[in-house]
């Protein structure tokens, strides 16, 4: 098990198969659907795409997050830049900036494929903080406007504020 970050509270380590039924309890999902997402993040891993990071904040599961190397879905996906595909920290454990310890892992491991790192995010209210962060971590739209579904809204087009309504965002490493 590799160690990419170790302070006094909080450990971020590469997630194991083992990690995942206690990843479900902590979020509150043990649905079959949710451990196969899972399951496919460490597959993805073990066929070295991507790196399933996982923080511990005094020894309980905090939060994850999915840093592919070349991600090959989202609106920007024809780059193939290295991507966080999901990052979630659990509701207890907000603000106490485990999010920016995460970020601060992907985008030191990226950049070892890239200096450029690109990311979504929704922009419904639900994930204004997400949107904050991003942005003072230096993080810019990438000037095509929102896209829903990976594609680009045209002008007057109708969209529904969903998690499929994001704005791409790319921060040079």
């Not at 590799?2 to 083992?18: A, F, H, P």
């Not at 922009?123 to 993080?139: H, T």
Request: hydrophobic share 35%.
């Amino acid at each position: 098990m590799m160690e990419y970050l170790k302070t006094q509270n909080l450990i971020v380590r590469n997630m194991t198969l083992d990690d995942i039924k206690h990843i479900c309890e902590a979020d509150g999902d043990i649905s079959e659907e949710n451990i196969k997402y899972l399951q496919n993040q460490i597959e993805s891993q073990d066929e070295k795409r991507s790196q399933a990071l996982l923080a511990l904040y005094n020894g309980k599961i905090a939060g994850y997050a999915f840093l592919f190397y070349k991600l090959k879905w989202g609106g920007l996906r024809y780059m193939k830049l290295p991507g966080i595909a999901d990052l979630m920290v659990f509701e207890e454990y907000r603000r106490m900036g485990i999010a920016s310890k995460l970020m601060d892992v992907a985008e030191k491991l990226a950049n070892k494929y890239s200096d450029k790192m690109y990311l979504e995010v929704c922009l419904n209210s639900d994930y204004g903080a997400a949107q904050r962060m991003y942005i003072k971590r230096g993080y810019v739209p990438d000037g095509q406007g929102v896209y829903y579904e990976s594609k680009v809204c045209p002008i007057d087009a109708q969209c529904k504020n969903d998690d499929e309504l994001t704005l791409c965002l790319v921060k040079e490493l």
